[in-house]
């Protein structure tokens, strides 16, 4: 794994565009499959509220591998969605979504160490901001929101391509999250291009079709497949980015070796 530039992260978006450009209505369909999916897992009861969380690493790799599929030249059809259900991967990438409430869980628990619990009562319902705003502007809400994005940034960083490395090179869940971290911290400064660049894609088009169209309940309904598109082709650029740094997978759904990478 080499030490790439920071314009690198640019080109990831960039090469995201491209890979959705080539068959956005086979993603887009491919996106439309999971919310409907995450929707019907959601009113199960009890865990309609973890396993959404849960699955999005088995899910997320339909979209890698619909990448995959666009680079290889073939279509991209709704049955990748099953793609994270086969084994070997599945246990492990359901270990990994674990694995992703429990991280933030701790992080967002730390944020009552700053502001007495408000912010965690707000993430799980205890506390309605319209209802009790004076306890929310009395608290340091704000300082607990930075101190828990700080906190989960390590995870995030080993979370980035940990489900893609379970799935295609078959590893075991701490090595996946060992080799996805260190990618990301040897090239940190094309990651922050890249964050940064995707933070202000999603600032810009908000607000210019805000001033297209106005606060209006029209712009809430067309922020919803605008979202849907940019969500869709923010996962081609995390694609395009594996790609470079571990290699693009072959054919029998196994990348590079991770020691040649």
């Not at 869980?105 to 901001?129: E, K, R």
């Not at 079709?209 to 650029?237: D, N």
């Amino acid at each position: 794994m080499e030490k790439l530039p920071a314009s690198t992260g640019w080109h990831w978006v960039k090469q995201g565009f491209g890979l959705f450009r080539k068959q956005p209505g086979g993603l887009s369909m491919l996106f439309l499959g999971y919310m409907v999916c995450m929707l019907l897992v959601s009113i199960i009861p009890l865990l309609g509220q973890l396993l959404p969380v849960i699955l999005v690493p088995i899910f997320s790799v339909a979209f890698a591998q619909g990448c995959l599929n666009i680079d290889q030249g073939k279509r991209v059809v709704p049955s990748l969605l099953m793609s994270g259900f086969r084994k070997p991967a599945l246990p492990v990438l359901f270990g990994l979504g674990v694995l992703y409430i429990i991280m933030a869980i701790v992080a967002i628990g730390a944020s009552s160490l700053v502001d007495g619990g408000t912010l965690w009562q707000l993430v799980t319902g205890q506390l309605n901001p319209q209802t009790s705003p004076e306890v929310i502007r009395e608290s340091n809400i704000g300082s607990a929101i930075l101190l828990t994005i700080v906190m989960y940034i390590p995870a995030a960083m080993a979370f980035c391509f940990a489900a893609p490395l379970i799935y295609w090179q078959q590893v075991s869940l701490g090595k996946a999250l060992f080799f996805s971290f260190f990618a990301v911290w040897r090239s940190l400064s094309a990651f922050v291009v890249f964050a940064s660049t995707w933070f202000a894609i999603s600032i810009v088009t908000s607000q210019l079709l805000f001033m297209i169209v106005g606060r209006t309940p029209m712009a809430i309904q067309l922020m919803m497949p605008l979202s849907m598109i940019l969500t869709v082709i923010m996962h081609c650029s995390f694609y395009a980015a594996y790609r470079q740094i571990f290699g693009v997978p072959a054919d029998s759904g196994k990348a590079v070796s991770l020691d040649k990478a």
